[in-house]
Every structure is written in C-alpha cells, then in structure tokens.
C-alpha cells in the first residue's frame, strides 16, 4: 500500500470516528478536566502546562486519536492554510518574518521542506512509472544500436567482396581500402558502447556506478530514487556556502538567515516541480511549461523581500542564485549517483 493510501485510510478513519462520536457537551467528548498537569504534577495555569508545555486537558476519544496521528505526521494543523500561500505568493515577507521570530502562524521551513520532499516522490512514484529496462526487452537506444551495428556489419562485409573482386581483376583497392579501415572502427567503437565496459575514469567511485549501470539499469534507477528521498536534506547544506556567496562577509545577514532562506526556497521548488509533474501527467503540457517560468521570479521576490534590497540588486542575485542553484543540484545528483553506485 502507498504512502498516498495510507494517509487517505488515515484521514477517513478520522473522519469516520467523528461520526460515530458527534459534537456534543466538553464532558462527553473525553476531555479530562485535571487541576494539575497528568505529565509533570504542576497546577495548571491555561491551556497549556507552563513548565513542560503539554496541553491542559487530554482528549481521550477516536477523533481525538486520530488528529494527533495527523498532527504528528505533519504537524501543520491550520499554519499550512497561511504558510502554503505566502510560500507561493509572498516569499521574502515569509522569509523576513520567521527569521524575524514571528513564527506562530507559519510551518517551520523544515517540517515544511520534508513535508514538501514527502509528496513530490508520492507524485513521482505515481506519475513516471518504471523504466522497461529488464531482461523482458531492449530499450530504444539498445534496439537502435543493435540495428545500427547490423548495417555497419553488413556494409563492411560488401566492402571486404568489393575488394575481392578488385584484386582479382588486378585493379587498384586504395579506396575501398580506405572505406574498410572507417568501417572497421565505427564497428569495433559501436560494439565496445553496445557490449563492454566503458574505460576507467580515474575515480573509483564513479567507475563502480559505470559498471552497475551498464550491467543493471533498473536497479541502479531505483537506488537513485531511494537515495534521492533519503538524503533529500543534504540539499540544505549544499545550498547554503552558495548562498553566503551572494553577500559575503555581511554583518546584517548570517548563516542562519541563509538557512531558513534556503529551505523556504526548497520547499516551493519542490511542490513546484511536483505540481509540474501531475500538469504533465494529466496531459497539461502548456501549463508545465509555463510553470519553468516560475522559479527566476520567485528567486527575485524572496531575496528582495528578505534581505531588503534594490530592485538591480536583486535582479543580479536572482541571476547568480539560478547558477548557484544548477551548481549545487548538480553536486547532490552526482553524490546520490555515487551512494547509488556505492550501495
């Protein structure tokens, strides 16, 4: 069962348990009414313990159980409503104010990130589907080679009676010798692609992802995808050396300012790219690719927001912030390809 099914089973059971027990009077529902905090034994003063902060009153029913499974699985509660929006709309005064310590009404950018991380590999998993590449049937390119090599071979075997009959009629073979020799190479390179194993690059590492590509595809894909998820944090502080980049040595802005700027940015990036792949699933290709359009804007819009600078200024860190951003996506790729490789 999917990830996706799981949590709709979750949501329903609740929903379910809030019809076998409707609202009714505080008494009814299970709530306690204890004086004293059920956690740590300190008088309650409020809604909440003041020394370890669990909640008063403990709500002891069905509905009550499964909204803590929900809350612990996201813990959004009402935030995401406020938090998703100025993500997308206003993400500098985002940025800005949780860096600021006004936090209360918004998802941290972590739990938001990893939130984020969740459903664009739920929507990855059911959209791109499995490459064929098993024993069941060639791919195009290994059909395309096949035939490729097939008509080379069989050129090359004219070729060789061509000259045959050359020498046997004494005449001069330095042109078709010529087209032999061409010949010969491109076959000799197109098996060496089709069937060997590539030369060493110098690094052991990649070598070994080399050799577990070409003997088996699919597994290696799928490593990528587990290991893609897994490690899908390292992004974060891969990001965050560039970022100082745009404004170093800066005594207003810190690392952690950085932080909580890239993850924010992360976050959208990836609901972005997941909402790409379902526009292109259901068949919306125009939409899809106007949504490429989207992250050099939303780039702009949060570093002029957060960091509170000029129009120009922004335009040219928007600018060296998709570089930085190609540079350290790339980096991630090659080292997921590595542990891939490495697994």
């Not at 379910?16 to 008494?27: C, L, N, Q, V, Y």
């Not at 996201?74 to 936090?103: C, N, S």
């Not at 059909?143 to 050129?155: N, P, Q, R």
Request: charged letters at 15%; proline letters at 3%.
């Amino acid at each position: 069962m999917s990830e996706a099914q799981v949590l709709g089973d979750a949501i329903g059971a609740g929903l379910t348990a809030r019809t076998i027990e409707p609202k009714a009077g505080e008494s009814d529902r299970g709530h306690t009414h204890e004086s004293a905090c059920l956690n740590c034994g300190t008088e309650l003063v409020g809604s909440y313990c003041h020394s370890c902060g669990q909640a008063a009153h403990v709500h002891r029913t069905i509905g009550a159980f499964f909204h803590d499974l929900l809350h612990g699985v996201f813990h959004f509660e009402g935030k995401v409503w406020r938090t998703l929006p100025m993500l997308a709309l206003r993400p500098g005064q985002l940025t800005r104010e949780y860096i600021d310590g006004r936090r209360a009404r918004y998802v941290s950018p972590l739990a938001l990130f990893l939130f984020s991380v969740f459903i664009m590999f739920a929507v990855f998993q059911k959209t791109a589907g499995e490459l064929d590449l098993g024993k069941g049937g060639e791919t195009a390119i290994t059909a395309g080679m096949s035939k490729s090599t097939a008509e080379v071979e069989k050129a090359l075997q004219a070729s060789l009676a061509k000259r045959t009959a050359i020498e046997a009629s004494g005449g001069d073979t330095d042109d078709v010798d010529v087209d032999i020799a061409q010949q010969k190479r491109a076959l000799a390179t197109m098996r060496r692609i089709g069937g060997e194993k590539l030369s060493s690059t110098g690094f052991s590492i990649l070598d070994q992802v080399i050799d577990e590509t070409q003997s088996n595809p699919k597994l290696v894909l799928y490593k990528m995808q587990s290991h893609a998820y897994k490690y899908s944090w390292a992004l974060v502080p891969i990001s965050i050396p560039f970022l100082w980049l745009l404004f170093p040595f800066s005594r207003r802005f810190h690392l952690y300012d950085h932080t909580v700027f890239v993850t924010y940015s992360l976050s959208f990036m990836t609901l972005l790219f997941a909402a790409g792949m379902l526009a292109g699933y259901v068949g919306a290709d125009i939409l899809a690719s106007i949504m490429t359009l989207i992250p050099p804007v939303h780039m702009y819009k949060q570093v002029r927001g957060t960091y509170g600078i000029a129009r120009m200024g922004a335009v040219l860190r928007t600018f060296a912030l998709l570089l930085f951003a190609t540079i350290a996506l790339s980096i991630y790729l090659i080292a997921i390809a590595a542990e891939a490789g490495a697994g």
